[in-house]
């Protein structure tokens, strides 16, 4: 059986706003095997950026905390240690980009020596050692002249070459696990395209495992083994890329794969839109969180909070559309049992 990486465990994390917590994310739970790369999808507000930080445990420093639940990395509890801890395995077992690559990188300091901080302090590398190996990874990431690129700032670097720097950075010190939040987003198309594979390409030579959050259904279908789709804190449908993409159930999942231009019958038409705003966490409807929007809502779906119903043996759905499916194995998209079911936790 394959290991598991990660296990996010009924997480909620959220933030202290005045005297109220706002919650981020909802009870989530999914697992990560090794070498494989999850795609977190949703609309903007969603949680996949708090999900992200709390397993980093960057949350702490946006205000946040975790509120329950647990956070296991190669089954040591992570929710539960020290900053002091966490320092340690941060940047060295598991490592994070983000959207826009000139706010990680610093401005008055060329690349080269960016990335050999980074591997003088976690490695215990000499200067001469550190330049070298970061000249070695500028390569690796496909930057040409790479022993003259390491030697300029980041402002005389294309958003790519940047981005392609910052990936060099995480590589440093070759963690088990990438974290890359909307990585391209900010990059255009064409760049896009090239820094997805190399993320594929590294992922691959390094045997590294990668959680991509992103709001681009596209990007995920190029990236994905694994797909969570996330909405107003709460995790919606998850599967194999294959059946996401093949038998897209929850009618979140479904809108979203219309709102791409050129999906199915979208052809020609004006670009599909799912209608209404996503709420806050505070404020949720009763029942289901996205009946408010969806264009199947009967009138459970106004009343109780669906379970995941199974779909496939890795296909599951929070939705009551799909009650039929199996009365066992329903669980609630936190993971307790609200039927005669096994829970999964
Ligand atoms: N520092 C913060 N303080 C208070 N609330 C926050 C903070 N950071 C995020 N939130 C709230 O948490 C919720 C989830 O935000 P998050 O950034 O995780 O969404 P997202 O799906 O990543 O969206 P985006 O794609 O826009 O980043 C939002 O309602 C957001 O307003």
Known sequence: MARKILEVNQMTAGFLVNTDIVKATDRISFDLEKGQTLCIVGESGSGKSVTSLAVMRLIDYAGGMILEGDIKFNGEVLSTKSQEEMRKIRGNRIAMIFQDPMSSLNPVFMVGEQIAESLRLHQNKSDKEAMKAAVDLLRQVGIPSPEVRARQYPHELSGGMCQRVVIAIALACQPELLIADEPTTALDVTVQAQILDLLQQLKKNNDMSIIM??????????????????????????????????????????????????????????????????????????????????????????????????????????????????????VSPAGAAIAHGEVRV
């Open 213 to 330: 959050i992103t709001h681009d259904m596209g990007v995920a279908a190029e990236m994905a083994d694994r797909i969570v789709v996330m909405y107003a804190g709460g995790i919606m449908e998850e599967g194999s890329v294959h059946e996401i993409f093949a038998k897209p159930s929850h009618p979140y999942t479904v809108g979203l794969l219309k709102s791409i231009p050129g999906f199915e019958d979208s052809h020609g038409e004006e670009l599909y839109t799912i209608k209404g705003n996503i709420p806050r966490i505070n404020e949720l409807p009763t029942g289901c969180r996205f009946h408010p929007r969806c264009t199947h809502a009967m009138d459970i779906c106004r009343k109780q909070e669906p379970g995941f119903f199974q779909l496939g043996q890795d296909h599951k759905a929070a939705c009551w559309l799909y009650e039929e499916h199996g009365g066992d194995s329903i």
